[in-house]
């Protein structure tokens, strides 16, 4: 499972609250992404960092913001949650093979009330 | 244009039988291809990364990639209902150095 965890791993909140997800992986890689998955759209990239402190916007980048203080962690948050938010949110790192696999992690649910 | 196209399915197939999931994309300067598998209220699983032209075989799958085509594909042999899933191609973009992922094909394999 690429020693990665997600938490929450199930969040319900109400429209205008802030939220963070977090992500956390224990084998050092470089590269971590945030992705968003909704039915007919597949996965979708928000966020991704390329080392600690070094991030990068994707192509549903609106309203969400991430940090990386460290290798390990990654979070992503949205300053105020909207219902077109509720989705499923994956985490994901690269393989350190020198490819460019991704493996993912468990999965957040959220839901935006 | 989508960058990474799939059809949706649902692709039904008896147990025992070939099922051929399929993939085009429009990067023509793409490298790196990969299959993903994801059951229901699960995360993607990595089972095939194909990189050159041809076929490349582990157990009962088989990625085939015709890098002029800009098409790949995922055969998965004496298919299972085990199988049933949703799967998701990958292609690796290398203008935008991201990895671009289809809507997905869900397979159905019926005993």
């Known amino acids: 499972d690429a020693g990665i965890t997600q938490s929450p791993r199930h969040k319900v909140t109400e429209t205008g609250t802030p939220v963070t997800l977090r992500c956390h992986q224990t084998?050092?890689?470089?590269?971590m992404y945030w992705y968003r998955q909704d039915p007919g759209h597949g996965l979708r990239l928000i966020h991704y960092?390329?080392?600690?402190?070094?991030?990068d916007k994707g192509e549903v980048s609106d309203g969400y913001s991430v940090s990386r203080s460290k290798t390990e962690d990654f979070l992503l948050t949205l300053e105020s949650a909207t219902s077109s938010q509720t989705s499923v949110y994956f985490c994901a790192i690269r393989g350190t093979s020198g490819t460019y696999e991704q493996y993912f992690g468990p999965g957040t649910r959220l839901t935006v009330t | 244009q989508k960058e990474v196209e799939q059809n949706s399915g649902p692709l039904s197939v008896p147990e025992g039988a070939i099922a051929s999931l399929n993939c085009t994309y429009s990067d023509r300067g793409s490298q790196s291809f990969f299959w993903y598998r994801q059951y229901s209220g699960k995360s993607p699983e990595l089972i095939m990364s194909i990189y050159s032209n041809g076929d490349k075989e582990d157990g009962r799958f088989t990625a085939q990639l015709n890098k002029a085509s800009q098409y790949v594909s995922l055969l998965i042999r004496d298919s299972q209902p085990s199988d049933s899933a949703t799967y998701l191609c990958a292609v690796f973009m290398e203008y935008g150095n991201k990895l671009v992922f289809g809507a997905g094909t869900i397979l159905r394999v019926k005993s």
């Open positions: 960092s390329y080392g600690v402190k070094d991030t």
């Open positions: 084998e050092n890689h470089r590269y």
